[in-house]
């Protein structure tokens, strides 16, 4: 199994533009998470889906922030516009099962650099 | 948004030794869960615990789920310089059911 699959792995964009960053979970996972990890806050979950459905976005930090999972392949973060302060790591990860039944694999992660 | 108290923050350890850490909460978890992160890479689970009391083995990894609900432990036998790493507790609160992450332990061996 390929595991879960970030694209890019490194995105650098200026302040102000739009980013998207894209999640392939592992096949025949129903639920998918993407977290943000700083120095300062740790990992911070910031959406969760199941079955395709938002059913959690609590974490999400405002409305620049927006997730779609149009299918159960695919899932894209898309930030607009972007700021400095986001600058992060982003992770998608998977699971089988819904929320807390089954534990989660996380792909490698998306490095943002806003400047 | 809410984490975990997990402690050390960081530590150096010759190789060859133990190593302890843990995690605390004022909240009561349903299911522990203990990842290490290596740079540039995701967190990979380790050890999975789902009852308070239970001490769950991986190798030269053990792990317990404090009988208070409120804790878990990780020790590291015989450490060796792969062990290097992020450590992460992540526990699922029994309201919410959702995992919170600690602030994570940084490891370095020396060999």
């Known amino acids: 199994d390929a595991g879960v699959i970030q694209s890019p792995r490194h995105e650098v964009t200026e302040m102000g533009q739009e980013v998207t960053l894209r999640c392939k979970p592992i096949s025949g996972h129903n639920s998918l998470f993407w977290y943000r990890q700083t120095m300062m806050r740790g990992l911070e979950l910031l959406i969760y889906f199941n079955n395709n459905v938002p059913i959690d976005d609590s974490g999400m930090p405002e409305d620049r922030f927006s997730a779609k999972m149009p299918n159960a392949s695919f899932s894209t973060l898309k930030i607009q516009p972007s700021e400095p302060r986001d600058s992060a790591v982003y992770f998608c990860?998977?699971?089988?099962?819904?929320?807390?039944?089954?534990?989660?694999?996380f792909g490698q992660g998306t490095r943002l650099t806003v400047v | 948004g809410q984490q975990l108290n997990q402690s050390p923050q960081s530590m150096f350890i010759q190789e060859g030794e133990d190593v302890s850490m843990n995690c605390t909460s004022s909240s009561i978890f349903n299911t522990w869960l203990w990842y290490k992160q290596d740079p540039g890479e995701g967190p990979v689970l380790l050890i999975a615990l789902y009852k308070a009391g239970e001490l769950t083995s991986n190798g030269r990894l053990t792990a317990q789920f404090g009988i208070t609900r409120k804790d878990s432990f990780l020790n590291i036998s015989a450490s060796i310089p792969s062990d290097v790493g992020i450590y992460f507790c992540a526990g699922q609160d029994s309201g919410t059911y959702k995992y919170i992450f600690g602030t994570g332990t940084r490891l370095k061996v020396l060999a």
């Open positions: 990860a998977s699971s089988l099962g819904a929320w807390g039944n089954t534990e989660a694999f």
